[in-house]
């Protein structure tokens, strides 16, 4: 069974760091794009960054390029999110996602993590 589950969302200053991490089991990690994606309240989920699917590099949201990094720790099947220069509008409930395509692609995700809050004060 392919589970992902996603810890260390909270609350952090608007200028602040977290990481995000996405621990996958029941695949193998190098077969699927590793995507995450935020909702806002009100707001549709969107595409966050990813580890793409094939040749394994980073794509990101032009909203969150130059302060998101998405890496991956293969001994322990996960996936992080460093966020950095947090910003108020990046107050959402952020989730991780394994699926095949583009990697922008929310329908290319077949498996969904439950999701962690991320609040940033201002």
């Known amino acids: 069974e392919v589970q992902l589950v996603e810890s260390g969302g909270g609350l952090v200053q608007a200028g602040g760091s977290l990481r995000l991490s996405c621990a996958a089991s029941g695949f193998a990690f190098g077969d699927y794009a590793i995507g995450w994606f935020r909702q806002a309240p009100g707001k549709e989920r969107e595409f966050v960054g990813a580890l793409r699917w094939g040749d394994g590099g980073t794509t990101y949201a032009d909203s969150v390029k130059g302060r998101f990094i998405v890496s991956r720790e293969n001994a322990k099947n996960t996936v992080y999110l460093q966020m950095t220069s947090l910003k108020p509008e990046d107050t959402a409930v952020y989730y991780c996602?394994?699926?095949?395509?583009?990697?922008?692609?929310?329908?290319?995700?077949?498996?969904w993590g439950q999701g962690t809050q991320v609040t940033v004060a201002s």
């Open positions: 996602a394994a699926g095949v395509g583009p990697p922008a692609w929310i329908k290319g995700y077949t498996n």
